[in-house]
């Protein structure tokens, strides 16, 4: 939990510093040899390719950046133009070419801005509504790259345990790398934003209920389908044998930053009940029989 103040001067030091340490990863840097590519594509061939669709669909997070915050400043420009969208969406290429070589389809992704955040884009010419739109697009940022890093984690192991050192040493470790620089800009960004007490209580306040009314697990897009994907990536990972375990790492900025005075609130229950929702979406998916391929 960071004590220190973040200043502004802190935040875009980190960009600059990411930038110049971590590269975008080159195509050519991976090799390709997969052991048992048909044992790989059973046990992960649906966690890599939701992956892949996710970093993929980073160019409609840059969208909805630029919806959401039209005045975007040039710390936040530097990063989403020169760090994370070229790395992310290398991540995507990566992954996306991963399971083509597993005999899977390409990813098929979702590029629509959805339409709460057309309505929150519109409102938020105004000042107060852009400050509320900002600290929310920094929560999501720092839930969603939570997530990511929790998950190449545990598709790392998983690849270690298969022994299939090729994947896991030039795909999986290069990317993981760069997912936590990600999660702490968005961490020091929305901390900022506390700590400088931009918002007011009002402002605040419907921060609150905005996020617990549109909180969403990273990909989901808010649709059933992509839920119900996401709740089968948590099984395959092994996430949901700790679900509330799970919820705390999700969401301990947002519990420290907007619910502090929740005491001993230890995650925002709308968190668990996105993990929940996903999990029993996959189950009775899985119980109508019609498991994706
Ligand atoms: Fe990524
Ligand atoms: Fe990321």
């Not at 340490?21 to 890599?48: C, E, M, N």
């Not at 760069?178 to 419907?206: C, N």
């Not at 089968?232 to 502090?260: K, P, S, T």
Request: glycine share 6%.
């Amino acid at each position: 939990m960071p004590r220190q103040h973040i200043t502004q001067k802190k935040i875009a030091e980190h960009v600059q510093r990411l930038g110049e340490l971590y590269p975008p990863i080159s195509l050519d840097s991976v090799d390709r040899t997969i052991k048992r590519p048909r044992l790989v594509a059973k046990k992960f061939g649906h966690v890599i390719d939701y992956l892949a669709r996710v970093e993929l669909e980073v160019d409609r997070n840059v969208l909805e950046l630029l919806v959401l915050l039209p005045d975007v400043d040039d710390t936040n420009k530097t990063f989403y133009a020169d760090v994370w969208q070229p790395q992310e969406i290398r991540h995507g290429l990566i992954l996306d070419r991963l399971q083509q070589d597993l005999g899977r389809a390409a990813a098929t992704l979702h590029l629509d801005v959805s339409f709460p955040i057309k309505i929150l884009g519109a409102l938020a010419s105004l000042k107060p509504i852009q400050d509320i739109a900002k600290l929310l697009y920094f929560l999501t940022g720092a839930s969603t790259e939570r997530q990511a890093v929790l998950a190449y984690n545990k598709i790392n192991r998983g690849m270690q345990e298969l022994d299939e050192r090729a994947i896991s040493e030039t795909i999986i470790t290069p990317i993981k790398q760069q997912e936590p620089g990600h999660f702490a800009f968005y961490q020091m960004s929305a901390t900022a934003m506390i700590q400088d007490k931009v918002l007011r209580p009002w402002q605040l306040f419907l921060t609150r209920v905005l996020r617990e009314r549109s909180y969403h697990l990273v990909g989901t897009n808010q649709m059933d389908q992509y839920k119900a994907d996401m709740g089968g990536v948590m099984i395959d990972l092994g996430l949901d044998d700790d679900l509330e375990g799970y919820a705390r790492e999700v969401g301990r900025v947002e519990n420290r930053l907007l619910w502090a005075h929740k005491q001993g609130m230890e995650f925002p229950p709308y968190i668990l009940k996105a993990l929940k929702e996903s999990v029993d979406l996959y189950r009775e998916r899985l119980e109508r029989g019609l498991k994706f391929a």
